[in-house]
């Protein structure tokens, strides 16, 4: 009987209700097991929130370097094995070497999973599969004189200066001129190796120089099967913090319905599966970014694992057990991915407008008395440093809002945006 769901390193907390309500509706039966990589365990757990697993789930050790420590972790589960998933992209590098232990199951293969994880084979397949998908781009490792000189000769201004391996906007900076080119090259050069300890990414650090692209950004999660097939998650709008007032990049307020019409959603379902074709992904989930531009759709990047917080905004709005269907796509089963709108939701990203050390969080009594309010998870403590994306800080509140009203829902967003208030006070 396959029963078994590996989950490399790490598991999101939203699994276990998943699951749950997988199990009610369907009649069958899963057993959860981590493995996780033993040289990384205390780190990897406390970077993803893993130390308060409930005592029920199976974590099981392995020394990921070793074949033979690999085979003897597995060997219990070997025949039992339903599914083998990567929630999380800080755990992908441990799928990737654990592929070769795993031949007869459904998986994507090692070389696509390191494609899809640096930028800068991303962008050099992508722009081989289809040159009109990605902007003008180029990779660079140092914020010399000529370095800078050959930027200026090959890209055009205003551009985006981001390190290859990391996700989440983090060290994702805007320049429009030299000045501000050379000094953010100099900062993410001095930033980027301590930002990659910290999100524990062992890829070696690069950066990448992009063209600014306008237009309107939207996410979609992408179910490749194992023939390559796409299957589509809804199309999540996603407004930039730039877009209200930050000097930053990060992902401020994700919503669905997306608003698009039923045509341009088709052909962002169009480019996104481009995408996934053009680095061979198969047997997973792709995490798509995309920006719908005067000149189509362009690919911003993808992660070949779930996007943050999209089960839950799956979930409220239409009902979509994500989780599941990431799971059960890995196995070669099809999604089911219902369509009805149950209720409009919003999930913010919540950073400070003033960086420092983190005071105090005002307006949380009056955010939970909203009409619209699912949940709030405050990510950063009082007394920790309080940063921007760009300068390799995460985020202070997780916030999401549903309801059936759309109306409703507009308005407890404005309340809500009112009422919190992060205060901070300068780093000494």
Not at 262 to 276: F, L, P, S
Request: negative net charge; aromatic residues 8%; hydrophobic residues 40%.
């Amino acid at each position: 009987m396959k029963d078994i769901i590996i989950f490399v390193n790490a598991i999101r907390p939203k699994t276990f209700q998943a699951l749950a309500d997988y199990e009610a509706e369907s009649g069958r039966r899963f057993t959860p097991v981590v493995l996780v990589d033993q040289t990384i365990k205390d780190s990897i757990f406390t970077c993803n929130g893993q130390n308060n697993l409930p005592e029920k789930i199976t974590v099981i050790t392995a020394d990921f370097s070793s074949a033979a420590s690999l085979r003897k972790a597995l060997r219990p589960y070997q025949e039992r094995i339903f599914a083998v998933t990567s929630q999380y992209e800080n755990c992908i590098q441990e799928l990737r070497q654990l592929l070769p232990y795993l031949p007869y199951i459904p998986t994507p293969t090692e070389k696509s999973l390191t494609w899809a994880t640096e930028k800068k084979h991303m962008r050099k397949l992508l722009e081989a599969h289809d040159p009109k998908l990605v902007p003008r781009y180029m990779e660079v490792s140092d914020a010399e004189p000529e370095t800078i000189a050959r930027i200026e000769a090959s890209v055009t201004y205003p551009l985006v200066v981001k390190p290859s391996g990391l996700e989440g906007s983090l060290l994702v900076s805007y320049v429009a001129n030299t000045g501000e080119l050379r000094a953010t090259l100099e900062r993410i050069f001095v930033a980027i190796q301590a930002a990659y300890d910290t999100w524990i990414k062992r890829q070696k650090p690069a950066v990448l120089i992009e063209e600014f692209m306008v237009g309107d950004k939207y996410t979609i999660d992408v179910y490749v099967d194992a023939e390559g097939t796409c299957r589509f998650a809804p199309m999540v709008g996603d407004v930039v913090a730039r877009n209200v007032g930050y000097d930053d990049f990060f992902g401020y307020h994700a919503f669905l319905p997306s608003g698009l019409s039923d045509e341009e959603n088709q052909k962002g379902q169009a480019a996104a599966a481009e995408a996934c074709r053009a680095l061979s992904l198969r047997s997973t989930t792709a995490h798509v970014e995309l920006m719908h531009t005067a000149n189509g759709w362009k690919i911003i990047e993808l992660g070949p694992r779930i996007g943050g917080y999209r089960h839950e905004l799956y979930d409220q709005a239409f009902g979509v057990n994500h989780i599941m269907n990431d799971i059960r796509n890995r196995a070669n089963e099809v999604p089911d991915i219902p369509t009805k709108l149950q209720k409009y939701a919003s999930v913010f990203n919540i950073y400070p407008r003033e960086e420092g050390i983190l005071q105090a969080v005002r307006g949380l009594d009056e955010l939970r008395q909203l009409q619209s309010f699912t949940y709030v998870t405050q990510k950063t403590a009082v007394g920790e440093p309080a940063l921007f994306a760009k300068n390799g800080g995460d985020v202070v509140l997780n916030v999401m809002l549903s309801h059936p009203d759309k109306t409703q829902l507009e308005a407890d967003i404005a309340a809500m945006e009112a009422a919190i208030v992060l205060e901070t006070k300068p780093a000494q």
